[in-house]
């Protein structure tokens, strides 16, 4: 199974520019690259802060933008979201019964679990109103099945003391509980606007610094830098052995020459 994990488009209305550049113009160029070099991929997911205020002209702009992806998207929420708004561009977007924009899908690797950690009007994420619970119901209705879990927040903590504030506020109670059900095989998300991955209790996860702007965090200062660097988006190949995470740059670096047998001088590579 190939899934594209794309994060953080921080869409502003037409017009309207963020940090000096145009996010609907860096996500048209991911699109350009996810069409051209991964068309073939099942699904891609899009794990929130789909747009910078939350405004409706900014999903509306978002829904025009993606209907350029030649690859079926799956939209989360993010703190710099509004469920409202959201739900009002995408009414057809799949939620559970409490209005959360949260759904789980059986691909051809397992089963991907999509979570609604939004606390609207705050910047830390939550699984709370039922929506653990929710959880915990998905992933023991298949408990013999690989799960994949996609949310914006990362559930686990994160060792960016930058974003303490902005964890999942409830994830002392909801990462033992999950890694209780047994099945969890890694854990995609967005937020921190950096590259990162780990494990934490033995479940992998992974974070892509996204689409918009993106951080260097420094750990001695507890703060970070917001820079312009190159959209990035990951994909995900997937099957019974191994969760293959690779990196994708959206840039225009040249291709540099090799020898003609295809090899770096001395093959250091
Ligand atoms: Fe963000």
């Given at each position: 199974?190939?899934?594209i994990?794309l994060?953080?488009?921080?869409l502003?209305?037409?017009?309207a520019?963020l940090?000096?550049?145009?996010p609907?113009?860096?996500l ?5 690259r996810i ?6 991929a099942?699904l891609?997911v899009?794990?929130g802060d789909?747009t ?8 509306v ?7 350029d992806?030649r690859v079926?998207?799956r939209?989360?929420l ?13 009414p ?8 959360f924009?949260q759904?789980?899908?059986?691909g051809?690797?397992g089963r991907?679990?999509f979570l609604?950690t ?9 699984l709370?109103?039922?929506r653990?619970?929710?959880l915990l119901?998905r ?7 690989p799960a994949?879990l996609f949310a914006h927040?990362?559930?686990?903590p994160?060792?960016l ?5 902005w964890?999942m506020?409830?994830?002392?109670e909801?990462?033992p509980?999950?890694?209780?059900a047994g ?6 998300h967005?937020?921190?606007h950096?590259d ?6 033995g ?10 702007h993106?951080i260097?965090?420094h750990f001695a200062r507890?703060d970070?830098d917001?820079?312009?660097?190159a959209?990035a ?9 191994a969760?293959?995470?690779?990196r994708?740059e959206v840039s225009d ?6 020898s003609p047998?295809?090899r770096?001088?001395r093959?250091?590579q």
């Amino acid at each position: 199974m190939k899934l594209i994990h794309l994060t953080d488009p921080h869409l502003v209305p037409p017009g309207a520019t963020l940090c000096g550049f145009d996010p609907a113009q860096r996500l048209r160029e991911t699109i350009k690259r996810i069409n051209r070099d991964h068309a073939d991929a099942e699904l891609c997911v899009v794990t929130g802060d789909l747009t910078d205020d939350g405004d409706l002209a900014s999903y509306v702009l978002l829904r025009e933008v993606l209907r350029d992806l030649r690859v079926p998207a799956r939209l989360l929420l993010g703190n710099h979201d509004s469920r409202e708004n959201f739900m009002r561009a995408f009414p057809e977007e799949p939620r559970d019964a409490n209005g959360f924009i949260q759904s789980a899908q059986d691909g051809t690797a397992g089963r991907l679990i999509f979570l609604d950690t939004l606390v609207e009007g705050f910047g830390h994420g939550a699984l709370d109103r039922g929506r653990l619970q929710w959880l915990l119901a998905r992933l023991a209705e298949k408990q013999n099945t690989p799960a994949y879990l996609f949310a914006h927040h990362p559930l686990q903590p994160i060792g960016l003391p930058h974003f303490e504030p902005w964890n999942m506020q409830n994830w002392q109670e909801l990462m033992p509980a999950i890694s209780g059900a047994g099945n969890i095989r890694h854990i995609f998300h967005g937020h921190v606007h950096v590259d990162v991955g780990g494990t934490w209790s033995g479940i992998p996860f992974s974070g892509s610094r996204g689409v918009a702007h993106q951080i260097i965090p420094h750990f001695a200062r507890r703060d970070a830098d917001f820079v312009e660097d190159a959209p990035a988006f990951d994909v995900a190949l997937i099957d019974d052995d191994a969760v293959l995470v690779h990196r994708f740059e959206v840039s225009d670096r040249n291709v540099v020459e090799v020898s003609p047998a295809g090899r770096f001088p001395r093959g250091n590579q």
